[in-house]
T-cell receptor, first 117, second 111 residues
């Protein structure tokens, strides 16, 4: 497995502002993922962030709203831009570790709880 | 598109008893992974168990085991000797290149 940390753990922000969430892992990983978990809901994949390439966004998520950086194999950031109350969610990063055929097993960070007023 | 369905929004079990959480999925792939994750109130997603679709043998991890029926596209989780610490949201997930999650089942454990 891997040890994954996220900063901040929680934040309360004003609408119209932006927040950058950091994700740090204790080992080098190729695949990192960002998820959103709205209150009482399941996880929805925002984007896949592989080092050395542009992030790949899922339908309904755009780079202008959720820019992602992946400067090296142990770190990534997700920015939530021009926030509105609808962006209030838990944001989780995960890393994929090789498990064989197809997808890697994903291990998750502790999440960032964002409240937008 | 792959979908994952958890038909039980909530389940309850008496401490020390056994409970089974259901999950079905839809895919046209032949090789993939299936997962059960646990999310306690701390919101940390914890991997409970993992199953490779090419393996016929059901995965087990201590008190946790799965019943994987590939033809039926069914992947249930059995928790034996339930403990109070098992109380959490349980998410079933399907993975090939990325991961898709079901809606979750909230498990309550009664003392």
């Amino acid at each position: 497995s891997a040890v994954i940390s996220q900063k901040p753990s929680r934040d309360i922000c004003q609408r119209g502002t932006s927040l950058t969430i950091q994700c740090q892992v204790d080992s080098q990983v190729t695949m990192m993922f960002w998820y959103r978990q709205q209150p009482g809901q399941s996880l929805t994949l925002i984007a896949t962030a592989n080092q050395g390439s542009e992030a790949t966004y899922e339908s309904g998520f755009v780079i202008d709203k959720f820019p992602i950086s992946r400067p090296n194999l142990t770190f990534s950031t997700l920015t939530v831009s021009n926030m509105s109350p609808e962006d209030s969610s838990i944001y989780l990063c995960s890393v994929g570790l090789a498990g064989g055929v197809g997808t890697d097993t994903q291990y998750f960070g502790p999440g960032t709880r964002l409240t937008v007023l | 598109a792959q979908t994952v369905t958890q038909s039980q929004p909530e389940m309850s079990v008496q401490e020390a008893e056994t409970v089974t959480l259901s999950c079905t999925y839809d895919t046209s792939e032949s090789d993939y992974y299936l997962f059960w994750y646990k999310q306690p109130p701390s919101r940390q997603m914890i991997l409970v168990i993992r199953q490779e679709a090419y393996k016929q043998q059901n995965a087990t991890e201590n008190r946790f085991s799965v019943n994987f029926q590939k033809a039926a596209k069914s992947f249930s989780l059995k928790i034996s000797d339930s403990q109070l610490g098992d109380a959490a949201m349980y998410f079933c997930a399907y993975g090939v290149d990325d991961m898709r999650f079901g809606a979750g089942t909230r498990l309550t454990v009664k003392p």
